[in-house]
């Protein structure tokens, strides 16, 4: 049996191109396969980085890329890692540098070196704050950009750990192409790698006042942390961790973690005299330790604790003794499992 096709009656050759309606767009590509997505610009725009390009959509058409639509930044011995918005134009960030893309389309694109230490460490190694600046991951500590200076703000405080140091418990960065950096309100969150595979240990940093907490997470093996989001809907963080669960963080309705009272450790800096050493007789605790499990309240004298206190009820700031001793550095350390409200701490 044998088929055939019928022509068709006639074609019309008399019809002027421009009465045949709008040409079909051939410029509609897929999106390149990179490794980050960012965006939109204000006019609609996304960006994806692959390699050392930057690609780019149609604006307001996230589906429409075409193929000519990028911009080399940099050599491709360096491929860029992650970018953000800043000032309502996109930086993009490689290990070692930022660039600044100036510009607003098509051919308008322009990379920029901008004059920073560093770049960013991972993919989410970098967070724009309006009115701060770019916190982002260098291999040696935290760096804030700000258009014109690149400060390392680790440096005073955290130097150490940032050495693969432990110091007073708290673990050593192994890795910093695994941290990541995240805000939520206030709170600037820094999780990196200590002994896990991933981040099994965050630093979260009040942007006002600058003091530093140190978390972690445990139900009944270390909680190692490989994503994290705001749940905008919600008023909430959310992580995904190694084994697949996601996870709520920093939900002031829970005092345990799955049943087991959180243990909490706070410590002063050392206090120094240029001239004489210190020779403490007594100390004075404002704490509310009424619905803690254990609190206890320390003395340190040159790293060493010297004299404890067990601390009980709500703000009983009567005074409690000290052993004799003496020191060059002094510092005072509350530690204990359950919740508890620290006010202040007076020694003398």
Request: proline residues 5%; glycine residues 12%; aromatic residues 10%.
């Amino acid at each position: 049996m044998s088929t055939s096709t019928a022509p068709l009656d006639g074609f019309d050759t008399s019809i002027s191109d421009g009465a045949l309606g709008t040409e079909v767009s051939i410029t509609n590509n897929r999106p390149p396969l990179g490794s980050f997505v960012f965006g939109p610009a204000y006019d609609g725009t996304c960006f994806i980085i692959k390699d050392n390009l930057l690609y780019f959509c149609k604006p307001k058409q996230p589906e429409a890329w075409p193929a000519l639509n990028f911009i080399e930044v940099g050599v491709p011995q360096f491929p860029g890692i992650t970018g953000v918005f800043f000032n309502g134009q996109p930086h993009y960030f490689t290990k070692n540098n930022i660039w600044f893309i100036q510009g607003t389309g098509a051919g308008l694109f322009n990379p920029i070196p901008m004059s920073s230490k560093t770049g960013a460490q991972s993919v989410r190694g970098a967070v724009a704050i309006t009115g701060r600046g770019i916190f982002h991951t260098g291999p040696d500590g935290i760096y804030l950009y700000s258009g014109s200076s690149d400060v390392r703000i680790t440096e005073p405080t955290l130097e150490p750990i940032f050495r693969g140091e432990t110091v007073e418990g708290l673990p050593g960065v192994t890795d910093m192409t695994t941290s990541w950096l995240w805000t939520f309100k206030n709170h600037l969150y820094f999780g990196y790698r200590g002994t896990g595979t991933y981040a099994d240990n965050i630093l979260v940093m009040n942007l006002e006042t600058g003091r530093i907490t140190h978390y972690t997470y445990n139900d009944g093996s270390a909680i190692e942390i490989r994503a994290i989001t705001t749940d905008k809907t919600n008023d909430r963080i959310l992580v995904g961790d190694a084994t697949g669960f996601v996870r709520v963080i920093e939900d002031n309705t829970y005092t345990d973690d799955s049943g087991t009272a959180i243990t909490f450790e706070l410590q002063s800096k050392d206090f120094t005299l240029q001239t004489r050493k210190h020779f403490p007789r007594w100390l004075k605790y404002d704490v509310d330790a009424s619905s803690s499990t254990t609190c206890t309240g320390a003395l340190l004298l040159d790293g060493a604790i010297h004299h404890s206190h067990t601390i009980s009820g709500s703000r009983t700031t009567r005074r409690r003794l000290v052993g004799t001793g003496n020191g060059n550095r002094e510092a005072v350390r509350i530690s204990g499992t359950g919740p508890a409200t620290i006010y202040a701490v007076e020694s003398e």
